[in-house]
């Protein structure tokens, strides 16, 4: 009969435990989703701003040697990611896309002039730096006018803003969130251990000795519920990138690493620091306090 209570009394913990990292990894999981959004919404800022052009239009009677010379010192700059020289041939073909005939066969010549488009660097898209660059480059003799949508990178820059303030707060929403949620399935879990915490504790077993195997079970479940929340977050990833292909060019490897390192050891602390408190309150109370 006590045998039978016994495996009873260990198949109903094998539950709870495995409850627990279930709960456990389904709150990570909601975690990892919020960090990969702001992940994305992070390097899609940045690849908006670093496809805003700044058109570096030279003079007529500009030498292709002299315009080379004067991209490659354009690149130099610190705020500058990268240049693309445009002969006036380039442009026209470009432009005769875009209406969709031909306007030199029209005007007879080719009005167009030779250009460089400038990309800046994500930190440096804003009007300060780039007007800082515009004067720069004004003051080259072979540039005949600087031109970019200053509108545009103002509208911009204060949507992106706009929209940062409201997916971080989202993000420390969902993980204060999280942390309710975890804290109250372990101190569930812990509940259905008090009377072996108690009993423990009555034979002469110290705090530290009766914690100990709590706690040793408290960091595996945080790994196990990690690398659960990894997976998932992982399936997730995989199944986004074949509905939409195009995320591929916003994504970071090594950023994700950090992120589903970050999972694991948040599901470790947590699991850990509420298991702790959990066993230290039964630890404290008395024995009739147990049954209520």
Do not use: C, W
Request: net charge positive; proline share 2%; charged share 20%.
């Amino acid at each position: 009969m006590s045998e039978f209570e016994e495996s009873n009394v260990s198949r109903k913990t094998k539950r709870v435990y495995i409850t627990t990292v279930i709960s456990i990894a389904m709150v990570l999981l909601m975690v990892g989703l919020a960090g990969l959004i702001i992940l994305h919404a992070r390097k899609l800022s940045d690849y908006v701003k670093e496809n805003i052009v700044v058109n570096v239009y030279l003079n007529e009677d500009a030498k292709e040697v002299d315009i080379l010379a004067l991209q490659k010192e354009i690149e130099k700059s610190p705020a500058v990611k990268s240049t693309v020289y445009v002969s006036k041939e380039l442009a026209a073909e470009n432009l005769s896309k875009d209406l969709g005939e031909d306007f030199i066969k029209f005007l007879g010549y080719n009005p167009l002039l030779y250009s460089i488009d400038v990309y800046m660097k994500a930190d440096y898209a804003n009007n300060a730096n780039i007007d800082k660059i515009i004067q720069t480059i004004s003051s080259k003799p072979l540039v005949k006018e600087v031109k970019y949508q200053q509108s545009l990178v103002d509208s911009m820059n204060r949507n992106l803003k706009a929209i940062s303030f409201i997916i971080l707060g989202f993000g420390g929403l969902l993980l204060f969130i999280a942390l309710a949620l975890i804290n109250n399935t372990i101190r569930l879990a812990i509940y259905s251990q008090r009377f072996t915490i108690k009993s423990m504790q009555l034979v002469g077993a110290t705090k530290n000795f009766i914690r100990r195997p709590f706690l040793g079970m408290a960091i595996l479940h945080g790994i196990l519920a990690g690398l659960l929340a990894t997976l998932m977050v992982m399936g997730v990833l995989y199944l986004t990138r074949q509905e939409v292909p195009e995320l591929i060019v916003l994504q970071d490897y090594s950023e994700f690493g950090l992120l589903f390192i970050g999972l694991i050891v948040l599901g470790i602390l947590i699991s850990l620091f509420s298991t702790y408190f959990a066993v230290t309150r039964y630890l404290r109370l008395k024995i009739d306090a147990l049954y209520v």
